[in-house]
């Protein structure tokens, strides 16, 4: 897990745990969190497919942007914003997929340490 933060109305902070999914293609969270944190998804078209689920199920909803912390690092992703209703029971806020996340951070797992280490990627053309 990532606790990563959110700036939303008034640049108030709240901060959420984050799944890590090397196996999903993109991060993902639901509606209902994005217009918590003031996405306003009247600016993006509605998608009948924005991610599958376990079952193999199209999952609905829309594909919009949202900035956020890990550490001392901002950064903006897009985001499948599944339009499906939040269990906290069975859900996670916010899952942290491979792209463009990983692309970002290396991202460490220590299982002997039960953690996960962030390392910002500083992109240099220098030696292309």
Not at 53 to 79: C, H, K, M, R, W
Not at 80 to 106: N, Q, S, T, V
């Amino acid at each position: 897990m990532a606790d990563i933060q959110f700036k939303y109305t008034d640049n108030k902070a709240i901060n959420f745990p984050a799944l890590v999914d090397s196996g999903a293609d993109r991060s993902c969270s639901f509606v209902s969190i994005g217009e918590k944190l003031g996405v306003d998804f009247s600016d993006y078209d509605e998608k009948d497919n924005v991610a599958t689920g376990i079952s193999g199920a199209d999952v609905p909803g829309y594909i919009a942007p949202i900035s956020f912390f890990i550490g001392d690092y901002e950064i903006t992703l897009n985001v499948a914003w599944m339009d499906i209703p939040f269990d906290a029971e069975k859900h996670y806020f916010f899952i942290l997929g491979r792209e463009r996340f990983f692309e970002e951070f290396d991202v460490i797992f220590q299982e002997s340490k039960t953690r996960i280490v962030f390392k910002k990627v500083w992109n240099s053309n220098l030696f292309l």
